[in-house]
């Protein structure tokens, strides 16, 4: 069954950014994901933990639909934006063009910079890809992103590659557009603490199959030293397979 199977009104009533039914993905003789669901309400933050080979960045390609729906059901919006880990900037243009790259007109460009001030590379505008720290290649992914007007935007650690310092500034300007922009956020990570800093709902993928799922009810900012934040984090670790 292919992804958007549902007609607008049928998805529009179901009240989700996002809708997945039984949905399983095989290579071969090996099965990736098994009869997974998963529902992400509009505007909703939510974050995907698992260990490598869990099927995490399989999950986003079908979400993004970079891979064909063979079994099961997907129903997500059409606007959809995707920031991976690499920020995939290309190096003959400039952070503008990078981020208007599909439209044309100077409508676009006036966006583009709107949006880059938003990221805080206002003063960035003309620049080489190749003169971009790690965190500012990273903000010029996150405008290309968000110039596309996303009702879901995916994460595929994209803070894996920063420093400490300069992924925690990027955790904090990942909050401030996602509240701005009002969209569904899916973030792929390997991080608990990321996750409970940033997340509504923490899932653990494992072997194809979502097996804990944590609400996150936290006010923000959240202090790591707050007994909850850390009563959360020893049942996803737990969850992990991470024993103290």
């Known amino acids: 069954m ?50 490598s080979g869990s099927g995490k960045s399989t999950l986003l390609r079908a979400l993004a639909g970079l891979d064909t729906v063979e079994e099961g059901q997907i129903d997500r919006p059409s606007a959809v934006s995707v920031v991976f880990q690499e920020h995939r900037l290309l190096p003959w243009k400039n952070v503008t063009d990078n981020v208007t790259l599909g439209f044309d007109g100077k409508e676009w460009n006036a966006q583009a910079e709107a949006i880059l001030h938003e990221v805080g590379l206002g003063h960035r505008l003309d620049a080489w890809p190749l003169t971009l720290s790690g965190g500012e290649a990273q903000r010029a992914a996150l405008a290309r992103a968000l110039i596309r007007e996303p009702k879901l935007l995916m994460l595929d650690e994209p803070f894996a590659a920063l420093d400490a310092l300069t992924r925690l500034r990027m955790q904090k300007l990942v909050l401030d557009l996602w509240k701005r922009h009002d969209c569904a956020v899916l973030l792929v990570t390997h991080d608990v603490d990321e996750a409970l800093a940033l997340a509504d709902r923490a899932l653990v993928l494992e072997r194809g199959e979502i097996r804990t799922e944590v609400e996150i009810p936290l006010a923000r900012p959240r202090r790591h030293a707050d007994p909850a934040f850390e009563a959360l984090r020893e049942r996803l670790l737990h969850a992990l397979g991470v024993t103290s």
């Open 2 to 51: 292919s992804a958007n199977s549902l007609t607008k009104a049928e998805f529009e009533l179901a009240g989700n950014a996002v809708s997945i039914r039984h949905f399983t993905r095989r290579f071969g003789e090996t099965t990736i994901l098994r009869n997974l669901n998963l529902d992400i309400a509009p505007g909703e933050f939510v974050a995907l933990l698992g260990h």
